[in-house]
């Protein structure tokens, strides 16, 4: 069984920070791209950052300079790094990953979900 466990939502002020962690548990024989996404009440789900095996990453651009993903594989944890925060970032995170549990075989899956609220 592999779960993607996530931590670190809140509520923050603006031009605050958070960091938001997900780890993976389970039968994983092998991780490739890492990622966040968000989503907000009545608004299509949004890609925020993404990061490969190798460290390369990729930003959406409403959040670049602002937020940083950051990952450690001996841990099978992706980090979201989240500063100045605007009203607009409330939203929930959402993690995701594409692993492998077979040889050749890889598929995407999602946590839970965090909620994140920037008040004024």
């Known amino acids: 069984q592999v779960h993607l466990v996530e931590s670190g939502g809140g509520l923050v002020q603006a031009g605050g920070s958070l960091r938001l962690s997900c780890a993976t548990s389970?039968?994983?024989?092998?991780?490739?791209?890492m990622g966040w996404y968000r989503q907000a009440p009545g608004k299509q789900r949004e890609r925020v950052a993404r990061i490969t095996s190798d460290g390369n990453t990729n930003y959406g651009d409403s959040v670049k300079g602002r937020f940083t993903i950051s990952r450690d594989n001996a841990k099978n944890t992706v980090y979201l790094q989240m500063n100045s925060l605007f009203l607009e970032d409330t939203a929930v995170y959402y993690c995701?990953?594409?692993?492998?549990?077979?040889?050749?075989?890889?598929?995407?899956?999602w946590g839970q979900g965090t909620q994140v609220t920037v008040s004024s």
């Open positions: 995701n990953a594409l692993i492998s549990t077979t040889r050749s075989l890889y598929k995407i899956y």
């Open positions: 389970g039968s994983v024989l092998s991780i490739d791209d």
